[in-house]
């Protein structure tokens, strides 16, 4: 079996504690889904001890910065804000930002969680380059870096073929988190992941969204939320009414007050938002044509795929390929 893939984390004195325990969970339990160790975690700090985050709560590195080795697949660079009249301000260290530099060198990929951009943007890492960050220091970052073309609006920015990637502030790093799962293992083993976190659908980098069984709160009925789940995984099957009354064993009348009580809408309505969410999903993170999207999400053509988005969203499936594909600047 190849070495597991080592993400080598940056820690430091007031570092936010979720870029660092966000993305570790995402990676931890990628390793339980794949039933093996497919990525190895590795904190450095700048000396040995007890970091302590943001949040008061003390982290123990695995090494110091000269003494956790070259071997480096995957750096992820966290961040530290200082609160100020004004509003949070991104705070960088001079002993951090030349570990990076340094390591940058032989590290396969670079990743930036929230803040963390203005380390990289500090190293030299992201001139001439797209980038995000929490949208509250993306003006600062500007400002800062004028060399940094900064857009504060994506949730990832992937640039570099590849190799040099930017995330937002906050929950945001479990989407960086699991896109990094995305390019490693597949599509479906960060969906799996995603899963697990509870977060059912993973957003993908050109926007944010709320997926389609987040936007109802949890039935009182199991069987209702079972049903949920296995309309996601067969989108592409008959799901009308009928059918997903027989499946619940109910008459369709029955069934389609029961789940209009559970859900807030329509069997219906549900299963073409559902629909619509894969689409987009599609949208963002394929090159496929519209047809074959439409096929893959169940609206069967691309000309119903194009009624649904009007309808829906007021925009063409074009124009959202537009607007919300992964970035790659």
Not at 4 to 16: E, L
Not at 25 to 48: G, H, K, Q, S
Not at 168 to 194: M, P
Not at 298 to 327: I, N, Q
Request: charged share 25%; glycine share 6%.
């Amino acid at each position: 079996m190849p070495a597991a893939h080592r993400v080598v984390v940056a820690v430091f004195p007031d570092v936010d504690l979720l870029d660092v325990t966000g993305p570790a969970e995402v990676f931890a339990l990628a390793n339980r889904v794949t039933a093996t160790t497919r990525y190895e975690m590795r904190l450095a700090a700048p000396d040995a001890g007890p970091v302590r985050t943001s949040a008061g709560v003390r982290l123990v590195p695995d090494a110091t910065f000269d003494g956790i080795g070259r071997r480096v697949d995957t750096l992820l660079v966290p961040g530290a804000v200082e609160m100020t009249g004004d509003g949070p301000v991104a705070r960088t260290d001079a002993d951090v930002v030349e570990w990076v530099r340094r390591t940058a060198r032989h590290a396969s990929r670079v990743a930036s969680v929230c803040v963390g951009a203005h380390v990289l943007a500090a190293a030299g890492l992201l001139d001439g380059r797209t980038a995000t960050t929490h949208w509250s220091t993306a003006a600062q970052l500007a400002v800062e870096h004028p060399e940094v073309t900064v857009d504060p609006d994506p949730i990832f920015v992937r640039t570099d073929r590849g190799r040099l990637w930017t995330g937002a502030g906050i929950s945001a790093c479990l989407d960086l988190a699991l896109a990094l799962v995305a390019e490693d293992l597949g599509e479906q083993t960060a969906l799996a992941v995603a899963r697990e976190l509870v977060l059912y659908l993973k957003r993908q980098g050109g926007q944010s969204q709320f997926s389609v069984p987040l936007s109802r709160p949890a039935a009182t009925r199991r069987d209702i939320d079972e049903l949920r789940a296995w309309i996601a995984d067969h989108l592409d099957e008959d799901l009308s009414a009928r059918v997903l009354a027989a499946r619940m064993r109910l008459s369709e009348r029955h069934f389609a007050r029961v789940f209009a009580q559970e859900t807030g809408t329509s069997p219906a309505a549900y299963v073409e938002a559902a629909r619509i969410e894969e689409a987009r999903r599609l949208l963002e993170s394929t090159d496929r044509t519209l047809g074959g999207i439409a096929a893959s999400a169940g609206l069967g053509s691309a000309e119903t795929l194009h009624r649904a988005f009007r309808r829906r969203l007021a925009t063409t499936p074009a124009a959202y390929r537009r607007r919300f594909r992964t970035r790659t600047g």
